[in-house]
């Protein structure tokens, strides 16, 4: 299975802020749409990613204060990435060495998407359930 798939299935929106948007800004949005992480965005192009675990590091380190700050100033640079044509496996291997929870998805130079590790873990169950019906089904008409 690709990650084409499980795009397909969730969807192609995206969450994005700029890099000069505050913190504060970037925070609220994280908390109402109910996500771990937002893609930071000058115009169509992906300058850094901002998770969870960024805000919870730079609150530890420089305190409240960095809520007025601009999300550059926190964000992950080095945004590792990933084609829709890659696979479910690989990319859970990325994820898993990498230590990180979110993987934007690139075709053409363009971002297309944003699969998370609950994302992955979603359709594998899916993937699972499905595969036990088929057996069930299987034993019943043998």
């Not at 992480?37 to 000058?42: D, F, R, W």
Request: glycine share 8%; charged share 30%; aromatic share 2%.
């Amino acid at each position: 299975m690709t990650v084409r798939s499980i795009l397909d299935t969730k969807g192609h929106q995206i969450m994005t802020v700029e890099p000069d948007a505050k913190m504060s800004a970037a925070i609220k949005l994280l908390g109402e749409k109910k996500i771990g992480a937002v893609l930071v965005m000058n115009q169509s192009r992906l300058e850094g990613i901002l998770s969870e675990r960024d805000i919870v590091r730079v609150l530890g380190e420089r305190g409240a204060g960095v809520l007025e700050e601009p999300v550059s100033s926190v964000m992950t640079r080095k945004v590792v990435t990933c084609k829709d044509t890659d696979t479910v496996s690989a990319i859970m291997e990325m994820m898993t060495t990498g230590k990180f929870r979110h993987l934007p998805v690139i075709d053409n130079g363009k971002v297309v998407g944003l699969i998370s590790i609950g994302d992955i873990v979603k359709w594998r169950v899916r993937e699972y359930e499905t595969e036990q019906e088929a057996l069930r089904d299987y034993i019943k008409t043998a």
